[in-house]
């Protein structure tokens, strides 16, 4: 990466890598519609780096938009508002290439549908029900990705729409450590064998890592207790009481370290439900049109059944703690030799799925297949249901033409209109419609479907920050409807 | 709201912006440039009628009369320390009555935001009403520092090589010389140091970017995290501004590693807070000296202020620096406080001074309730002060 570059995307290298920074740059992006909500999704973008933007809007500038869209001036009345942005765009990064469609959005998808299948990812803002559904119908059939996104008043919304999204990298923020103490195996063994936590020198005894003292206690407790390890509270309570007795002074952080991490030791065995729905998918069941993702799993599903004795490859990585700087050295190298084996033991089993299916055995690089085998335990797929299952109840089609009429009428009919479909609406979904707020149904038309540039400002944040987790394929993305309400600040994630 | 002024808080210096409005001003051409000039410039040709003054200085640098001309104070800081002067001083213009209860018109509210990566949390402060920046400041977590030890006999990681060349290497070879974390000769000393360390501890993973990381706290940052925080800042100003809807009450913390996560938490204030509460109350002679005061106020186990200077409705009464002002002030020194109160029977004064919080030296004011002993107490009405 250019060393100028490396210094201007800094701050976000450190968050998604080189790997997710050159996907963003190669990543082309359109986005329909570039009132505030779209301009403010389009701007995150380009200050990120993004390869290069389309903006498809048919709308010239008017006196209205220099009240919400920061990415118009008073020299741009008059003129296409797509020229407008996208020169706006070009100077607040020139590495970004933005070119404009002046046409409305719903006119381009009935004109040139395969106009859309050029793009990574196509952002479609304040668009009204039926140009969605048309839209989402398309973009499934390329395989493309679409994000909405709409502001509404005080209120706002972000959604996702593709078929599959399968994320190695997901990144949470909170994972325990893959110390495998509850089964050590044979060479984790022969080091801590190596080890005597009865020395009696004081400054080795405080400085032997916990990993070894609670596989070395861990073991000798199986040998007592017919090779059962601690399961019910007593017997985990004698564990830790007989651990804290084994220190000689009140300063031993080891100690301290082993004692917070003893559950480690009858932590469950095997792997989590999350991922055995994973593997037991039908995608799994690999043929030659799989994706690299899926012959994976298949790999994976076929370690965990043999050399994985039921458990995933060892991610290698071991936390921090106090020890020796000698002794933690080696502890390292001994879960990475244990995670390097596991990963060949996976590569090789790919190797032969990959020939099995008709594809290049060296297809699927081994860097991608460490990769994968580090974030086993990680793993997430992503499907999403398609707009047009979404809006199949009768009721709702008529709530969302409602909403996406934007004629102005007078309030209280409109308010008493909105009421009725409402509260039918939730009614059909097995809500209690009764207990819909007159307030917040007033509230709503009293938005009148403007787009107030902070909300807009909000709702294209979520959207681009979307866009970025499903193009560098990296974090969880919304797998859900995210809706989102300015008057309070609550927001919540509904599956529609 | 014709007129009204927004105060908007940002650190100074260049780089990255991070507040929304600046992140949407800045281009190309103005990398170099203080931030606070060219968003003013940006968001002034941008927006008409709207007046932007630009202060290119340490927050600490403005006095409290600066801060009581606005409004509304939004903040757009980079520290702990800093959120933490800003909160004092709003807080000193707050108010109570004789039923402990604040003046409305004495209130001057504040909105904070900060992010780090996928997260971020921003607060709506109504001093004496909602928590006060120092009411929530236990929530954040303690800062991360390697044990001395560690860092000198065994190390185990590229960080803690690291930061043996930062925090100890460096005054050994340098005596006296002040390391210099914007000078990149001075890193990729700390780095080579770090490498050559590690190498004989047999550790890996020292790279140049860490180092930078590691030695200036580098705090990950994206567009699209600030984009979110800041709006919602933005909106929440607006709101107090307009009173077009209802507050966020008081606490929104974001998390977008996995989905998107928004939650609302109602933090109450706490009564006996030392920045936004009524204040510490001392009770003193009326022959007691402001010398004397001073040094009471020093000794008082909550204070814990050193070298104050004093302020009485907005009259400084007594400065320590710089020396033309302490010159000025300094005969004050010799004089009843009771005097240089106008002889009430009790009000407020501010207190400003340094703190030291967690090893940390940091300006900030107090407010401290002055009642004098055996003057008797009639209703006396008082005047608010400028401000709010």
């Not at chain 1, 044979?186 to 080091?191: G, S, V």
């Amino acid at each position: 990466m250019a060393e100028i570059n490396k210094s201007k995307y800094d701050r976000q290298l450190r968050i998604w890598g080189e790997q997710g920074q050159s996907a963003l740059e190669r990543a082309r992006v359109c986005l329909l519609n570039c009132g505030p909500t779209g301009s403010e999704t389009l701007k995150n973008l380009v200050l990120g780096g993004v390869g290069s933007v389309m903006v498809v809007d048919g709308s010239k500038v008017e006196v209205a938009d220099l009240g919400n869209n920061f990415l118009v001036d008073n020299n741009s009345i008059g003129q296409s508002r797509a020229k407008c942005v996208c020169t706006f765009l070009r100077e607040l990064n020139d590495a970004v290439g933005a070119k404009f469609v002046e046409e409305p959005p719903e006119a381009l998808l009935e004109r040139d549908p395969s106009f859309f299948s050029q793009f990574t990812l196509i952002i479609a803002t304040q668009l009204p029900e039926n140009a969605l559904l048309k839209l989402d119908r398309i973009c499934r059939q390329q395989n493309g990705i679409l994000i909405i996104a709409r502001s509404y008043g005080l209120t706002g919304l972000v959604r996702i729409s593709l078929k599959e999204h399968d994320v190695v990298e997901s990144k949470p923020v909170h994972f325990a450590s893959d110390l495998r103490l509850h089964k050590p195996w044979p060479e984790l063994k022969r080091f801590v064998d190596g080890f005597n936590i009865h020395i009696e020198d004081p400054v080795i005894h405080k400085n032997i890592p916990y990993v070894v003292i609670l596989v070395k206690l861990a073991e000798e407790w199986k040998h007592m207790h017919n090779g059962l390890l601690p399961v019910k509270r007593e017997e985990q309570k004698q564990f830790t009481d007989n651990l804290i007795n084994k220190m000689i002074s009140l300063d031993e952080d080891n100690y301290k370290e082993a004692r917070k991490a003893s559950f480690e030791v009858w932590a469950s065995s095997g792997i989590s439900s999350h991922l055995r729905c994973i593997i037991n998918d039908s995608s799994a069941e690999v043929s030659s049109n799989s994706s690299d993702f899926w012959v994976l799993v298949a790999a994976l599903k076929e370690f965990v059944a043999n050399e994985g004795e039921g458990e995933v490859p060892l991610e290698g990585s071991i936390p921090d703690m106090t020890s020796l700087t000698e002794y933690y050295v080696d502890l390292q190298k001994v879960y990475q030799a244990k995670a390097e084996a596991d990963s060949i033991a996976v590569e090789s089993r790919v190797r032969t799925i990959l020939k099995n299916i008709g594809r290049d055995p060296d297809s699927i690089p081994n860097a991608a297949i460490k990769n994968f085998c580090k974030n086993a335990k990680k793993l997430r797929v992503c499907r999403y249901r398609s707009l047009e299952d979404e809006f199949k109840a009768p009721v709702s089609t008529e709530l969302q033409k409602y909403l996406g009429d934007e004629n102005y009428r007078e309030m209280d009919e409109d308010v008493s209109r909105l009421k009725t479909i409402a509260v039918g609406l939730l009614n059909d979904m097995g809500c209690n419609g009764a207990k819909l707020s007159e307030d917040l149904i007033s509230e709503m038309c009293r938005f009148g479907a403007s787009e107030i540039h902070s909300v807009a400002a909000f709702v294209g944040g979520v959207a681009s920050q979307e866009a970025i987790k499903l193009i560098t394929k990296q974090f969880v993305p919304l797998t859900a409807t995210f809706v989102f309400n300015g008057i309070d600040h609550k927001s919540q994630q509904l599956r529609l | 709201m014709v007129d009204g002024k927004i105060l908007i808080a940002c650190f100074s210096g260049q780089g990255i912006l991070s507040a929304k409005i600046l992140s949407q001003g800045k281009r190309m051409q103005d990398v170099g440039k203080p931030k606070a000039e060219v968003a003013a410039k940006r968001v002034m040709e941008r927006v008409s009628g709207v007046n932007i003054v630009p202060h290119f200085c340490r927050i600490e640098e403005k006095d409290i009369d600066f801060y009581s001309e606005f409004n509304i104070i939004a903040l757009g800081l980079d520290s702990i320390e800093a959120r933490s002067y800003i909160n004092a001083v709003a807080c000193s213009f707050l108010e109570y009555d004789s039923d402990d209860k604040p003046r409305p018109e004495t209130i001057k509210p504040m909105v904070d935001g900060g992010t780090e990566g996928f997260s971020g949390q921003a607060k709506v402060i109504l001093p004496g009403v909602t928590p006060c920046f120092e009411c929530t400041i236990y929530l954040f977590p303690p800062q991360v520092k390697f044990p001395l030890c560690t860092l000198a006999e065994t190390p185990r990681s590229a960080a803690h090589c690291i930061e043996y060349a930062h925090l100890i290497q460096w005054d050994q070879e340098h005596h006296g010389k002040p390391f210099d974390e914007d000078n990149p000769e001075h890193i990729q000393w700390i780095y080579s140091q770090a490498l050559e360390r590690a190498d004989t501890f047999g550790i890996t993973g020292v790279t140049y970017s860490l180092t930078q990381g590691v030695v200036k706290n580098i705090v990950p940052a994206i567009a699209s995290t600030n984009a979110i925080i800041s709006s919602v800042c933005a909106l929440e100003a607006l709101k107090i501004a307009t009173g077009c809807s209802k507050s966020l009450s008081n606490y929104l913390a974001y998390n977008g590693t996995e989905g998107v996560h928004t939650g609302v938490t109602e933090f109450t204030k706490n009564d006996d807070c030392l920045v936004c509460g009524p204040g510490v109350l001392m009770e003193i002679d009326s022959c007691t000296t402001l010398q004397k005061f001073i040094d009471l106020a020093g000794e008082h186990p909550r204070l814990k202020l050193s070298r104050p200077s004093v302020m009485y409705r907005g009259n400084n009464l007594y400065i320590q620096a710089p020396p033309v002002l302490e010159e000025m002030t300094r005969s004050n020194l010799q004089l009843p406080l009771f005097e240089l109160m106008g002889k009430v029977p009790k009000d407020s004064v501010h207190l400003s001074g340094t703190v030291i919080t967690n090893d940390k030296k940091s300006t900030t004011t107090r407010k401290v309730r002055i009642s004098f002993k055996g003057i008797s107490d009639e209703v006396t009405d008082m005047d608010t002060a400028g401000g709010g």
